[in-house]
Nanobody
Framework: QVQLVESGGGLEQAGGSLRLSCAAS????????MGWHRQAPGKERELVAS???????NYADSVKGRFTVSRDNAKNTVYLQMNDLKPEDTAVYYC???????????????WGKGTLVTVSS
C-alpha cells in the first residue's frame, strides 16, 4: 500500500523558517509530480507548490519568493522550505503526489495526513 508521510512543521514566529518533508513509500513505478497543499480554518484547500520528477515547479502567488519546493527522486521525497513566514501561512499542510503503481497504470493522486504549521505574530 502506497503511503505519504509528512514531517516537520510546528510553531514559528513571523519572519522565521520551517522545512517540511514528505516521503512516499510502497511499490512506486514512477512519479508524475509531488507537492504541497494547505488548508486554513474556514478556507478551501489550496495549492502551495508542486514539482515534477523532472524538476518543473509551480507556486501559489502568495508564497513566491518565500517558499521553495524541491525533490529527491531516488528517495521519493519532496521538501518545502518556508522562509519569511507570515501569520497567514498558518494552516495544515498536506503532501500530495501523483504516482504510477501496479494498481494504477497512468497515475493517481495520493495524500498525506497533514502537518500543522502555526505562525505567530
Amino acid at each position: 500500500q502506497v503511503q505519504l508521510v509528512e514531517s516537520g512543521g510546528g510553531l514559528e514566529q513571523a519572519g522565521g523558517s520551517l522545512r517540511l518533508s514528505c516521503a512516499a513509500s510502497g511499490t512506486i513505478l514512477s512519479i508524475n509530480y509531488m507537492g504541497w497543499h494547505r488548508q486554513a480554518p474556514g478556507k478551501e484547500r489550496e495549492l502551495v507548490a508542486s514539482i515534477t520528477s523532472g524538476g518543473l515547479t509551480n507556486y501559489a502567488d502568495s508564497v513566491k519568493g518565500r517558499f521553495t519546493v524541491s525533490r529527491d527522486n531516488a528517495k521519493n521525497t519532496v521538501y518545502l522550505q518556508m522562509n519569511d513566514l507570515k501569520p497567514e501561512d498558518t494552516a495544515v499542510y498536506y503532501c500530495n503526489a501523483n504516482l504510477v503503481t501496479r494498481l494504477v497504470k497512468f497515475g493517481m493522486d495520493y495524500w498525506g495526513k497533514g502537518t500543522l504549521v502555526t505562525v505567530s505574530s
